[in-house]
């Protein structure tokens, strides 16, 4: 978001709400922790007994919902501050 942001705002960061931070913080480590189990799985040759399909639609889930959280806030942000920099 800081290098959209200096793109469009010249901005040299971007501010985001400490919620949104903890939001962006929890998808990342769930992700991890999601691949890492892949990996395991994959290296193990144990490709039988991964989880089902349901499982992993319900992690892709749990982190789309918790990014366009993210993207929700930090889109307003930015708009907002497009707008009251067109308006001087």
């Given amino acids: 978001m800081n290098t959209l942001s200096a793109r469009l705002n010249n901005h040299d960061s971007y501010p985001i ?16 922790t999601v691949l890492d189990m892949l990996d395991v799985i994959e290296c193990s040759g144990n490709r039988k007994n991964g989880p089902d399909g349901n499982a992993l639609a ?27 920099s067109c308006d001087n």
Avoid: I, W, Y
Wanted: aromatic share 2%; hydrophobic share 45%; glycine share 4%.
């Fill in 58 to 84: 319900s992690v892709v889930a749990l982190l789309t919902d918790q990014l366009g959280k993210v993207v929700s806030t930090c889109e307003s942000v930015m708009l907002n501050d497009m707008e009251v």
């Fill in 17 to 32: 709400p400490h919620a949104d931070f903890l939001r962006l913080q929890h998808a990342h480590s769930v992700g991890v």
